[in-house]
């Protein structure tokens, strides 16, 4: 049996507006309207299809990637390392914090990965100081150094 992903992934225009989607939205006015009309179909269509994708868990996430440091802020990655039988726990602390932005599950010591997301760099110690103090785990900051951009474009 088809999950709703697979089923998400056989409609041709489901396909076409996600590879779209990937190079990003029109830079107007009316942005679901122009991407309708280049699809060939309505934006209400467009808009109810963005959100089967996130409702099937197909997307984990649509909205605007932003450069905190020009806002005032900083971004940081971080790890740690879970015992697998406290794994849960920690991870759950770890999300419960709105300065989290994703974390990942790695198969080695550092086995929890995360990008914090601090309005201002100032903040970034002491949120790791309360996760560390919450979890009993080690936080390792990882600041970053340089910026790269990579155009990672993923066709379906």
């Known amino acids: 049996m088809?999950?709703?992903q697979q089923l998400l992934l056989a409609d041709p225009l489901n396909r076409q507006l996600i590879n779209r989607l990937q190079h990003g939205l029109p830079l107007c006015h009316a942005p679901y309207?122009?991407?309708?009309?280049?699809?060939?179909?309505?934006?209400?269509?467009?808009?109810?299809?963005i959100?089967?994708?996130?409702?099937?868990?197909?997307?984990?996430?649509?909205?605007?990637?932003?450069?905190i440091e020009r806002a005032g802020g900083a971004f940081t990655l971080v790890a740690t390392h879970a015992d697998e039988d406290d794994f849960d726990r920690v991870v759950s602390i770890i999300n419960a914090r709105h300065e989290v932005a994703h974390n990942?599950?790695?198969?080695?010591?550092?086995?929890?990965?995360?990008?914090?997301?601090?309005?201002?760099?100032?903040?970034?110690?002491?949120?790791?100081?309360?996760?560390?103090?919450?979890?009993?785990?080690r936080m390792l900051n990882f600041p970053k150094e340089q910026e790269f951009h990579v155009q990672l474009y993923l066709p379906v």
Not at 51 to 67: E, I, N, V, W, Y
Not at 117 to 136: K, M, N
């Open 104 to 137: 990942y599950r790695r198969d080695h010591r550092l086995n929890i990965w995360f990008v914090l997301a601090c309005e201002r760099p100032q903040d970034v110690p002491q949120v790791l100081q309360e996760l560390e103090l919450a979890t009993g785990c």
């Open 51 to 67: 959100s089967q994708f996130l409702d099937s868990g197909l997307a984990s996430r649509f909205g605007p990637m932003f450069q």
């Open 33 to 49: 309207q122009a991407l309708a009309e280049e699809l060939g179909t309505s934006s209400s269509d467009i808009l109810q299809r």
């Open 2 to 4: 088809a999950t709703d």
